[in-house]
């Protein structure tokens, strides 16, 4: 803890405040918010009832009026704390109210019906979580499916991705052949089309495989990506020949030196694609949107989109799902981050 | 069994040919280093013999079976890489069992290999640490263990000792040597350091330019070198050579002339010389010595002396220009700057023709 303080009140100027510390927290603090605020902001409104998400202003922390059962009523009603005629302050169950005038009741005297004008109430509030909107969509809605399919399409393209993008690079970091440079050049350059250019192209392709409606048709055409082979050869390509050699005259097949040396020594890369492939795959919406129809096959970001009706949009599932959907995403970079960082240093890519 | 031959390899990338019409005969059990500045083509050759790159022309043969399109694991030979080539992803007892396993050798009796391989060259103790935890000189012993498992019929060595500190090197040598002895296996090695080659080869095949300049012994080598270059190549330090003249010719005795007055006979068959053609004197720094009597004789002055301990290198520069080293026995007190002078004797010199060869010797 000593340390910690330490570090914290370490200033440039020795003992006395120099501009820049002012500066630097200035700047630190502005940035937690700029980049907490909005994730913050999102967890906190997910545990929002709807009434609340659509009040003005915005509370930060979810609120509910409190209530209570009051004798004589059946429903609950909501309590108030009222400034009474002669100055005193006094909590209040409201029964019903009229125009601008509420009627009141007192919980211990609920015979008499006290007249309220509306401006001298404030509603008796407290934190509260509405679970709801995480328990409805995952019990009540397909969301637990959802899940599911979200988790097989990710692994197993993030598992094919690995595979033949290493199998490719391999291939063409490793192996002189007439034209390897070609091959290389055209399958970056597919960087430069986007998934919107090839969408309906794709889409017939899928299509006329039969592969339409189903999880396969959206990972398999997503599998091959010139980032991977790239990031891969690039890495492949430090790996130095003299061990290739040295596996060749140990008898090794070429698809043993693949896999017993290659494979093991390109970890790190391979580490990095992972990671890639896993968001990736995950936040895909553009695509499943277009392959999948039947609901029990959607991925998570095509069911969220289902809550977006056209008359009424249902803010609080659409947020707590979408908390639910970042989870994983949140866990693979709190676990990896350091992988991401040598990644991204290492191909020059993001 | 580890004889091979080698017969009129040619190899060439595109057009540019790095092997001219290699010409070798390797006997069991022999230990040839190929010695060469670098781009001689001494490592192309090498990976040639492995299997590991294929001859544009010409035939390989081990125990006289041509191997020239076999591939490298089916040739029965070891390789001892320059960077050690040792899986770093693997414990020095998987280093050592992999090319083992892939060949469906029995679990026993790769365990029994890798113990007596790991007690010979004694790195029992780090079998089960990974390459990147050890020193040079470990990896080294591992990587000659790697080879040695397998039982080849000959070892290849690549600059084994060229990553490895001075000292380190020495010691290596002796037990590359000593291990050469007890296994009595065919080694083939390639080093541009000739005191490596000097003290290990039985035979020493220095090459240039993708050419065999010399085959023999080191002492051979050394004794009668048969042109400019491997003169200049074997032995440090370098040999002096001096342009001179002939000025007689014979069948018994050549006698030639050089700037300074220096004028001397030298055994060798001349008769196909003409006097009057250029010719070069080889005379070797440790034949050289202070003093005036002696076949042959200049005055130089000194421009460095190097004090050794046991013996003085001398750089001094003659009369008329020409650099001269020699190495004088014991402590010698001549300063820089200070006038010296030299003798040699006839018996010791070496004379090359205008195209670089050795002169043949005496006729009887």
């Known amino acids: ?350 | 069994m580890g004889q091979i031959t080698l017969s009129d390899i040619q190899r060439a990338y595109g057009n540019v040919k790095v092997l001219h019409d290699i010409n070798l005969d390797i006997a069991d059990g022999e230990f040839v280093v190929l010695v060469g500045p670098s781009g001689c083509g001494k490592s192309t050759l090498l990976r040639l013999l492995s299997g590991l790159d294929k001859p544009t022309a010409g035939r390989i043969e081990i125990d006289g079976k041509d191997v020239t399109q076999v591939s490298a694991a089916d040739r029965g030979l070891a390789m001892v890489f320059q960077s050690y080539a040792l899986y770093p992803h693997m414990s020095v007892r998987q280093n050592l069992a992999f090319g083992l396993e892939n060949i469906q050798m029995p679990k026993a009796e790769i365990a029994e290999r890798i113990t007596e391989a790991a007690r010979m060259l004694e790195i029992t103790d780090y079998l089960d640490r990974r390459p990147g935890q050890l020193s040079g000189g470990q990896k080294q012993r591992v990587a000659i263990g790697r080879a040695v498992v397998r039982n080849p019929t000959a070892f290849l060595l690549d600059e084994p000792l060229s990553n490895l500190d001075a000292e380190l090197r020495i010691s290596t040598r002796a037990e590359i040597s000593a291990l050469h002895d007890r296994l009595k296996t065919t080694m083939i090695y390639v080093t541009h350091d000739q005191v490596e080659a000097m003290t290990l080869a039985d035979r020493i095949v220095v090459m240039r330019a993708g050419r065999i300049e010399q085959v023999g012994r080191p002492l051979d080598l050394y004794n009668t070198p048969a042109n400019l270059f491997v003169a200049g190549f074997i032995g440090a330090p370098r040999m002096n050579l001096l342009p001179v003249k002939i000025a007689e010719a014979g069948p018994q005795s050549v006698r030639v002339e050089g700037a300074g007055g220096l004028s001397i006979m030298v055994a060798a068959d001349g008769s196909a010389l003409q006097p009057g053609t250029d010719a070069t004197l080889g005379i070797r720094p440790h034949d050289i010595r202070t003093g005036t009597g002696g076949d042959g004789s200049f005055t130089a002055t000194v421009d460095l002396m190097e004090a050794l301990g046991p013996e003085t290198v001398a750089h001094a520069t003659t009369d008329d220009g020409q650099k001269i080293l020699a190495v004088l026995n014991g402590q010698d007190t001549t300063k820089a700057g200070d006038g010296i002078s030299f003798a040699f004797d006839a018996g010791r010199t070496h004379l090359f023709d205008a195209e670089g060869q050795r002169l043949p010797p005496p006729r009887t």
């Open chain 1, 1 to 350: 803890m000593s340390r910690v303080a330490e570090f914290l009140t370490r200033r440039r100027g020795g003992s006395g405040w120099d501009w820049t510390d002012i500066f630097t927290w200035v700047w630190l603090i502005a940035g937690i918010f700029v980049m907490f605020g909005p994730a913050v902001w999102l967890v906190l409104s997910s545990f929002k009832t709807p009434a609340a998400l659509a009040e003005f202003p915005p509370t930060v922390l979810p609120m509910a009026t409190e209530q209570v059962m009051v004798e004589g009523y059946d429903n609950p009603l909501e309590l108030y704390s009222v400034s009474m005629p002669d100055g005193s302050e006094q909590v209040l169950a409201q029964v019903r109210r009229v125009g601008t005038i509420a009627q009141m009741v007192d919980p211990d005297a609920p015979d008499e019906i006290v007249k309220v004008n509306i401006a001298e109430r404030t509603p008796q509030r407290r934190v509260a979580f509405a679970t709801e909107n995480y328990v409805v969509p995952l019990e009540q809605n397909d969301f637990l499916l959802y899940l599911r399919n979200s988790v097989f399409v990710t692994v197993m393209a993030t598992i094919i991705t690995l595979l033949t993008n290493s199998m490719a690079a391999f291939a063409l970091s490793k192996y002189r052949f007439r034209g390897r440079d070609g091959v290389m050049l055209l399958i970056v350059a597919t960087l430069m089309v986007p998934l919107s250019v090839i969408l309906v192209p794709l889409y017939s392709v899928v299509n006329a495989v039969g592969l339409f409606d189903s999880l396969w048709g959206v990972i398999l055409p997503t599998v091959a990506t010139p980032t991977g082979v790239f990031l891969l050869r690039q890495y492949m390509l430090t790996i130095p020949d003299e061990l290739l050699d040295a596996a060749r005259m140990d008898h090794a097949s070429e698809w043993q030196i693949y896999w017993r040396i290659i494979l093991p020594l390109a970890a790190p890369a391979l580490a990095v694609l992972a990671i890639f492939s896993i968001v990736w795959r995950w936040n895909d919406f553009l695509w499943p949107l277009v392959v999948l129809s039947r609901k029990e096959l959607y991925t998570l970001q095509v069911g969220l989109n289902t809550y977006a009706g056209e008359l009424n949009v249902q803010w609080h599932y659409i947020l707590a799902m979408t908390v639910v959907t970042m989870i994983p995403v949140v866990l693979v970079f709190v676990f990896l981050q350091r992988y991401i960082t040598a990644g991204i240093a290492g191909s020059g890519l993001k």
